[in-house]
């Protein structure tokens, strides 16, 4: 992801109607008059900003009963969800939002993370893949499948998708941090250093990629080096 929202207690979704959970005037008369799934959403939204999830929460719920079609309304509810750590829920969202939008990388990459979050390393792996259809060319998706790769232990396929992600988008420390962790995982030090020495050298403030590289020189006994990192 990466949601930082205030958790409460589903116990908390009676305060809508007790009036508790109160947003702009507008909003709350617009409701009133005509309440409508963009209405909620907009609610859900408002909630959102203002780290109020019991109260976000119910209103993108209401969006998705009042326009179940709408791939939008069920992909803000999961990412309500998502904050409250409610993982098998919120993939339920995203499956839905991508199965009325088939051609949304948003609802496929999202959908993985709620998968990959409660468990399902396979299943997040397809949508990845389906998200990777979409569109070769997104160092997002080729970097959300190495880091995958990493967590399994498939380094090799993890080292080919963050190359790929680097080529493409050179400027994304992360990347090549990743990439990084990956070489030295398989067991290939010496190009872990490698890309680690070449990030510092284009971004020389780097705090982790020092750390990782100093880490790194210390495993290998190197500790002339890992002093002056």
């Not at 990439?179 to 050298?201: H, K, M, Q, V």
Request: glycine share 4%.
């Amino acid at each position: 992801m990466r949601w930082k929202l205030l958790v409460c207690a589903f116990s908390c979704w009676p305060l809508l109607a007790a009036g508790q959970c109160t947003g702009p005037a507008d909003l709350e008369r617009a409701i009133r008059q005509t309440p409508t799934a963009e209405s909620y959403g907009a609610l859900g939204a408002y909630f959102a900003q203002h780290s109020r999830l019991e109260c976000a929460i119910p209103a993108f719920d209401k969006a998705t009963q009042l326009k179940p079609e709408s791939w939008e309304a069920h992909f803000n509810f999961g990412l309500a969800l998502m904050s409250a750590k409610r993982f098998d829920r919120a993939a339920a969202e995203f499956r839905t939002a991508a199965q009325e939008n088939p051609n949304s990388e948003r609802a496929h990459n999202a959908l993985a993370l709620a998968l990959e979050a409660s468990g399902h390393a396979d299943e997040a792996e397809a949508q990845l893949s389906r998200s990777l259809a979409l569109n070769p060319r997104s160092a997002d998706t080729l970097t959300r499948l190495g880091e995958l790769y990493v967590s399994e232990k498939r380094y090799k396929a993890a080292i080919q998708k963050l190359t790929t992600a680097r080529d493409l988008d050179g400027r994304n420390p992360e990347i090549g941090i990743e990439l990084a962790l990956a070489y030295d995982s398989d067991g290939n030090a010496p190009e872990a250093i490698r890309t680690l020495s070449g990030l510092i050298t284009s971004e020389p403030k780097n705090a982790q990629a020092h750390f990782n590289l100093a880490t790194i020189y210390a495993r290998e006994k190197r500790f002339r080096e890992a002093a002056q990192e």
